[in-house]
């Protein structure tokens, strides 16, 4: 299963002249703690999180007080401007990932950087949807019956054509073990490939063979 398979498209994002306040309302309207940030051609140039919030108001009057003193003394720099647009806050050494990538990828990326989401990327820097925590741990709690039935009759009946009674199809924790012969290389190929794709699927086992010159040959190998 690979990111763009799972990941939310056309996500929710402000620009960098979105006010602050838009940007919570936002937030708070559609239940998200973060927002990937664009620029007028679509493309990232940062992320605005409820940490970036945090942060800012953890040093309001941290700042304020530094600024009085400089001010008394004579010393030091005018106080800070006040943050009023997602720019200013906004983090831009935004770790992202790519839509081929495998949930595997984008779960060590998370996990090793301790982030929430991630948005997923094209050509160009183009943003092209987001993945979260969320997503990646729901991808993987669908029943096993359910992930059985999308096999046999999505894939095997209504894509392939084929008879759902030649292919052995057996769940188990995420688990899908294949079986049977087909009569093509290529039937072979797609149903392992097809059936690693859907969402809950950890891994693919496969004993599906198919035949040339009455010879059986096995199919691939585990996915």
């Known amino acids: 299963m690979k990111v763009r398979d799972i990941m939310t498209t056309d996500p929710i994002s402000v620009r960098g002249d979105t006010t602050l306040k838009e940007a919570a309302r936002i937030m708070v309207r559609h ?3 973060g927002l990937p940030v664009i620029d007028e051609a679509g493309r990232l140039v940062g992320i605005i999180t409820e940490g970036d ?11 304020y007080r530094i600024s009085l003193l400089d001010a008394l003394f004579g010393e030091g720099d005018p106080a800070l401007p006040v943050a009023e647009h997602v720019a200013q806050v906004m983090t831009t050494d935004v770790f992202t990932i790519e839509g081929n990538a495998s949930l595997g990828e984008a779960a060590r990326l998370m996990a090793g950087h301790s982030i929430k989401r991630l948005p997923v990327i094209g050509p160009d820097e183009m943003l092209e949807g987001i ?5 990646i741990v729901n991808a993987f709690t669908k029943p096993d019956d359910v992930i059985e039935d999308e096999v046999r009759e999505d894939i095997v009946r209504r894509l ?38 859907i969402e809950g699927v950890v891994r693919v086992d496969s004993d599906l063979t198919y035949r040339i010159d009455d010879r059986k040959i096995p199919g691939t190998s585990p996915i």
């Open 160 to 197: 392939l054509f084929l008879d759902p009674d030649t292919v052995q199809v057996a769940v188990a924790d995420g688990v899908v073990r294949l079986g049977g012969e087909l009569e093509h290389r290529s039937e072979v190929h797609l149903l392992e490939e097809l059936t690693r794709r």
């Open 131 to 135: 993945i979260s925590r969320a997503d």
């Open 53 to 63: 919030f945090l942060r800012r108001e953890a040093t309001r009057d941290q700042t």
């Open 31 to 33: 239940k998200v703690s």
